[in-house]
Structures are given as structure tokens and as C-alpha cells.
């Protein structure tokens, strides 16, 4: 496919950055998105700024309804935008951490993901490709309410894959170890680096998710770590 439209959340982060810039690489048109995002990120004609709170139903209703009223269709949605709260036992943990932890990272996806499959599956070779995490694989003490919605995230995911897939809209989730980022050096400055994941390995394999190539892989949960 060219000239894919494609709409990415979290654009920004450090992770986000990197498959922001892949698909205008690329030549596909890339509608980026955060709470904050300004035109100027991504220096490309290709590239549209937008700004939305994805806990906000109507502003991701407003998003995507800028999207189609600007270009017509899209055709692939990488749902990046996630948060991480840990350091608390489940007896321990504050009604503010459970629900942040849902927000951030279970219904911003539920309302990407709500808004997007109409016109996902319109596309013919829709695609959907979210960012979870590796810790989701295993329950973590101390992690109870991140590791919780992350694994909610990858039977969402999975639950897309099967009601879609007559349409040929996939969806499959990454489960990324401990990325090699600016700011986890800054929380973990004693750890072995070396031993981090690369992100540059993970936006790759969002590229993939994204592509023609892969259009029989659906409804995967795919763990991708570093050294370990």
C-alpha cells in the first residue's frame, strides 16, 4: 500500500517518535497524536499535529472524525500511549493509581479502537498494531494495577482480531521488555543497559504489523525483549 493514512497515539514519546518518523519514511501520511502535539515535531508535509486526551471519549470521537473529514479514510491506527505506575501492593494501591492505570492504558485504547474499526474496516487491509508491555505476560507484585490493564489491553486486542477478520482488519499487540529510552536511564540509572531492548527493534516490528506482509497475522500477542 502507499500513501497510507496512518493515525499513531503517544506520537511523541520516545517510542512513538520512532514509528512516527518510519511511516513518513516511508511516504505514508501520518496524523499524530497526544495530549500535546504540535505541528512543528515532525518537520514532513506528510505529517499532521493533532491534540487529544485519549481518556476523552469525545475528543477521540472529534479526532477521528477530523481524520475522515480531511483525507476520506484511514487505513492503520498504532496505538502507542500507555503509562506505568508501580511500587504498591494491591492492598496499598489508591483508587487515583487503579484509575489512572485504566485510563492511560485500557480505555484510551477501547475508545481508539471503538472509533477506528468502522473505518478500519473499510480499508480493505485495515490495520491495527497497539504497544503493550512484556510484564503482562506474568502477574509482577508490586506492578497489580499496570499489570492488570496491559493484560486487559492484549484480550482487547485479541477480541478486535476475531470480530474483524472478515473484513481484513488485523490487530495484534507488542509486549516490549524494558526499552533502552532517555527516561528510563534517568529512573534506573544502575541498571545494565545492555541489557534493555533496543525501540528501534520494536518500531520495526510495528512497520511489519503494518504491512501487506504480514496480512495473515492476526490476533497475536507478540513479546519482544533485549538481551535476557
Request: avoid cysteine; aromatic fraction near 8%.
Amino acid at each position: 500500500m502507499s500513501e497510507r493514512i496512518v493515525f499513531i497515539s503517544g506520537a511523541n514519546g520516545a517510542l512513538g517518535t520512532l514509528v512516527t518518523q518510519s511511516f513518513l519514511q516511508l511516504g505514508d501520511k501520518v496524523i499524530g497524536a497526544s495530549l500535546r502535539m504540535n505541528s512543528d515535531a515532525f518537520p514532513s508535509p506528510n505529517f499532521h499535529a493533532i491534540s487529544v486526551d485519549f481518556t476523552n471519549e469525545q475528543q477521540v470521537r472529534g479526532a477521528i472524525a477530523k481524520i475522515i473529514a480531511e483525507f476520506g479514510r484511514f487505513d492503520v491506527l498504532v496505538h502507542v500511549l500507555g503509562g506505568f505506575a508501580g511500587g504498591q501492593s494491591i492492598d496499598a494501591t489508591d483508587d487515583a493509581t487503579w484509575k489512572r492505570m485504566q485510563d492511560l492504558n485500557l480505555t484510551s485504547a477501547f475508545y481508539a479502537f471503538r472509533e477506528s474499526i468502522p473505518y478500519l474496516r473499510k480499508s480493505k487491509n485495515g490495520r491495527i498494531v497497539a504497544v503493550g508491555s512484556l510484564a503482562a505476560k506474568e502477574p509482577q507484585p508490586n506492578l497489580g494495577a499496570y499489570v492488570t490493564f496491559k493484560v486487559a489491553l492484549s484480550t482487547l486486542v485479541q477480541t478486535v482480531a476475531l470480530e474483524n477478520a472478515d473484513a481484513g482488519l488485523t490487530a495484534n499487540v507488542i509486549l516490549p521488555g524494558t526499552m533502552d529510552t532517555p527516561a528510563n536511564r534517568k529512573d534506573m540509572p544502575n541498571a545494565d543497559f545492555s541489557k534493555w531492548l533496543d525501540p528501534k527493534r520494536v518500531a520495526e516490528l510495528v512497520l511489519w504489523l503494518a504491512d501487506e506482509k504480514a496480512s495473515q497475522i492476526t490476533g497475536s500477542v507478540i513479546p519482544i525483549d533485549g538481551a535476557r
